[in-house]
């Protein structure tokens, strides 16, 4: 069950009137590499983990990505509600206001709007974790362009803020997969003996004498 | 403190807490971490009852130390501008 705390994990209170920028932020808002797209991805990819610590980190770092969200959020319904319309206009957001007055939608700087396939799942949890590290780093570099673009420095130092935390959550998936591959290498090697020493048996001796082998295991057993 | 302050305090804290929560997801026997997260935990429990004693309710669901739905409707919202207040 999810509960909400009635404060930003990250303060915002935008006092310029960088309207260009809140078409820019959009990108976070709904982009393929949003913190819509990386919240959505790790809620997602929670369930087939295979284990409680890959599990409880997807869980931790999808609440935080929602947190991320509702900052961007923040930002542009902050700007864009400030704004008159003619700075609308100047700053290329005509058509936005067409379509959404001064509201959210996830759509991203082009006003494409988002789609699931912009994530993926395939079950093996590699793969799945390979892509939560593509994800991040393609956010922290959408960032990066997002800080370039910034001129208010209290802009600058929200995004600074939020592209130091998916750097983060980098560096944990990193470890995870670490661990996880190890533990994997592990349980392949213990199976893969297993299966040695239950094939020495019949290749040894005679069908007699697997059979009561066979027979004394079970007696064993 | 104010309410202002007490909430920012609540803020810092809570990023604390949020950063060493993900960290001991990973690393869950270390200990330094583990006692620097229940302090903080404990730290963080003090202003959120603080908090929402003197100025309203913080989390919904039942969560807070306090129920207050005139409050929790009419105190401003996270992405409420200062200013406009």
Redesign the interface.
């Given at each position: 069950?999810w509960?909400?705390?009635?404060?930003?994990?990250?303060?915002?209170?935008?006092?310029c009137k960088d309207f260009k920028m809140a078409k820019c932020l959009l990108e976070q808002y709904g982009g393929q590499d949003s913190e819509l797209s990386n919240a959505l991805r790790y809620l997602n990819l929670r369930y087939t983990m295979p284990n409680g610590?890959a599990k409880?980190?997807l869980t931790?770092?999808a609440a935080?990505e929602l947190s991320h969200l509702?900052i961007i959020?923040?930002m542009i319904?902050?700007l864009l509600?400030?704004a008159t319309l003619d700075e609308l206009k100047i700053a290329g957001l005509p058509e936005y206001y067409s379509n959404h007055g001064q509201s959210l939608m996830y759509k991203d700087a082009s006003g494409i709007p988002w789609i699931s396939s912009y994530i993926q799942s395939k079950e093996n949890f590699i793969a799945d974790l390979y892509d939560a590290l593509a994800g991040e780093q393609r956010s922290i570099a959408t960032y990066e362009n997002l800080i370039t673009i910034a001129v208010d420095p209290e802009i600058k130092k929200i995004l600074s803020f939020l592209r130091g935390r998916e750097k983060?959550?980098f560096k944990?998936i990193k470890?995870?997969i670490k661990?996880l591959k190890k533990e994997k290498k592990k349980k392949q090697s213990s199976q893969n003996t297993s299966q040695k020493s239950s094939q020495k048996s019949p290749q040894k001796g005679s069908q007699k004498s697997s059979q009561s082998n066979s027979q004394k295991s079970s007696q064993s057993n | 403190m104010n309410k202002d302050d007490l909430?920012?305090k609540?803020?810092l804290t809570?990023?604390d807490a949020?950063?060493l929560?993900?960290?001991l997801?990973?690393f869950?026997n270390d200990k330094r971490s583990k006692d620097e997260f229940e302090k903080l935990s404990y730290e963080l429990d003090c202003l959120l009852s603080e908090y929402q004693n003197n100025f309203g309710?913080?989390?919904?669901?039942g969560?807070s130390y306090i129920e207050n739905p005139v409050l929790?409707t009419s105190?401003p919202?996270?992405?409420d501008?200062?200013?406009e207040q």
């Open positions: 069950m509960s909400y705390v009635k404060n930003l994990e990250y303060p915002v209170n935008l006092k610590k409880a980190l931790d770092i935080e509702e959020g923040t319904y902050q509600s400030t983060h959550h944990l470890q995870l661990e | 909430l920012d609540i803020q809570q990023l949020l950063k929560n993900m960290h997801d990973v869950p309710p913080l989390s919904n669901f969560l929790w105190d919202w996270p992405w501008n200062e200013q």
